[in-house]
């Protein structure tokens, strides 16, 4: 049997897991990789945590016994837009900023002064100018961290980071460079005007790599340690990309919603495929194929906050099954209490970095249980907004595909496929992004093997149909829905200075 280790280094937690030739994962581990928010709108990870999380979610997958085989070699997938500034050595300089970290807003802003280069460099890019991405971070560390740009030898994401940590090599894949707002994403290749306008010189920047490209070997102690030998370890792609493969969505017309933290829809397209409302990103998977859609600063996330915030709300049961039952107690619509899940920032489709989230409708009769359910509703409105405009801009989806762990709850799939009126389809495993990784790390290390063939493989035999009455209820909400964030748009950035 052969075997790929496959390693998911996402927003909360590292995932490790064994995959053999027909995707089925044989063990899997994973360990937590909580966010530290050290002021308003930062949202980071300590470096050596992470990697220490990512060691240990490795040795366990590794210590379940698998079933005899041979582990070919290392695949690796992580979240898109994280930096990270290493020193001459690759080592760590500062956090890992991730997706959710919002302090570059106002150096956003100002990249979007000029209307008409901000369109012509999204439209080269594929990414619009938000502060999720490169350009603002580092106009930000210009500003207020100077000196620790100036020592940091190479500007990286953290799958850079973890490639150099386990091959000594410094990489960057392309799936992962496309979405921070450095590459062209026709010419797969470092901007020119982009890195003039943030004042980094190239060679600052890590190699660019194809994502199935095998980097280089695995170092020597690690190989000791988890004892797989001297193997190959494959750069990977993105988390997002990752799991539209893994839940076998590698056609044309095929959406993946994943709603893990964050929640986002894409779909596969054969080149670059832009917005002329600049409402969506196009970043580059791999082997000639792009990637079309818009992710959402809300999900699994969201809730995490409630049950945090919360807790005596939980009466003591677990999070994920309390929330369940409070939510099903409420009709949808939750009784006129809409809940915008703007903890984060917006993403797709109003790119609105300074949002912040909102309640409106409330009422004496209101409880906690109406508050969960307004926060799914609000999680489905947010998804549904990015899956309209993506079918105005790439075309109607012909089948639609689920995957994360939202979609264990027994109460959001259903909310999801009623407000979008569309039917969901459930693959087997939640793990998208491992099966995905692991398809793309066969494709690398086995002569003849094709991802897309193996994700065709991916069985969907749960779906989610949704039920008329309440969909036609549900677009009346959501209109509603849309004409409150229409009438807060304006007051985000003033709030956000208060």
Request: hydrophobic residues 40%.
């Amino acid at each position: 049997m052969k075997l790929v280790l496959a390693i998911d280094i996402g927003t909360s937690s590292v995932r490790a897991g064994l995959v053999d030739e027909a995707l089925t994962i044989r063990s899997v581990a994973s360990r937590p990789c909580p966010l530290s928010t050290p002021k308003p709108g930062w949202a980071q990870h300590p470096a050596e945590p992470l990697l220490e999380a990512l060691d240990e979610a490795v040795r366990e997958c590794l210590g379940q016994e698998p079933p005899a085989g041979r582990i070919l070699g290392i695949a690796l997938d992580a979240a898109m837009h994280t930096v990270v500034l290493l020193d001459e050595r690759g080592d760590p300089l500062s956090p890992i900023w991730t997706w959710a970290d919002m302090r570059a807003a106002p150096q956003a802003a100002r990249l979007a002064q000029d209307p008409a280069r901000a369109r012509r460099l999204y439209l080269e890019t594929g990414c619009p100018p938000h502060a999720t991405y490169h350009p603002a971070r580092i106009r930000w560390l210009a500003e207020h961290e100077p000196g620790l740009l100036h020592r940091a030898r190479t500007i990286a994401s953290v799958k850079a980071l973890v490639l150099h940590r386990l091959t000594g090599e410094l990489a960057e894949d392309l799936s992962t460079a496309s979405a921070s707002g450095l590459l062209n994403v026709s010419t797969l290749a470092w901007h020119p005007e982009v890195l003039e306008i943030t004042g980094v010189r190239e060679d600052r920047l890590p190699r660019l790599v194809e994502p199935k490209s095998p980097v280089g070997i695995l170092r020597e102690a690690l190989a000791r340690r988890w004892g797989t030998g001297a193997i190959p370890v494959v750069a990977g792609g993105t988390d997002g990309p990752m799991a539209n493969v893994g839940a076998g969505c590698a056609g044309p017309g095929e959406a993946a919603v994943t709603a893990g933290t964050s929640s986002a829809v894409r779909m596969l397209v054969d080149g670059p495929t832009l917005d002329a409302k600049m409402r969506t990103w196009c970043y580059y998977l791999g082997d000639g194929t792009w990637i079309a859609g818009g992710a959402v600063n809300a999900g699994g996330g969201t809730l995490d906050w409630l049950s945090r915030s919360f807790p005596g709300e939980l009466g003591g049961q677990p999070a994920s099954g309390r929330l369940d039952q409070l939510a099903g107690s409420v009709p949808p619509g939750a009784e006129g209490l809409f809940f915008a899940p703007y903890l984060a920032g917006e993403r797709s489709p109003g790119w609105q970095d300074t949002a912040r989230g909102y309640l409106a409708g409330l009422g004496l009769h209101h409880r906690f249980p109406h508050l969960v359910r307004a926060a799914m509703e609000g999680i489905a409105y947010q998804i549904a907004s990015v899956f309209h405009s993506l079918a105005e801009t790439a075309g109607e989806p012909r089948r639609v595909r689920v995957s994360g762990g939202l979609f264990s709850s027994r109460v959001f799939p259903q909310i999801l496929a009623d407000v979008l009126g569309r039917t969901l389809e459930v693959p087997a495993t939640p793990e998208g992004s491992l099966l995905g990784t692991a398809a793309l790390g066969f494709a690398a290390l086995e002569p003849g093997v094709d991802w897309r063939e193996l994700a065709r493989r991916v069985a969907a035999p749960a779906r989610i149909e949704p039920d008329p009455a309440r969909h036609r209820e549900y677009r009346r909400l959501f209109a509603a829905y849309q004409e409150l964030y229409q009438a807060m748009r304006p007051l985000f950035r003033p709030l956000a200075s208060l």
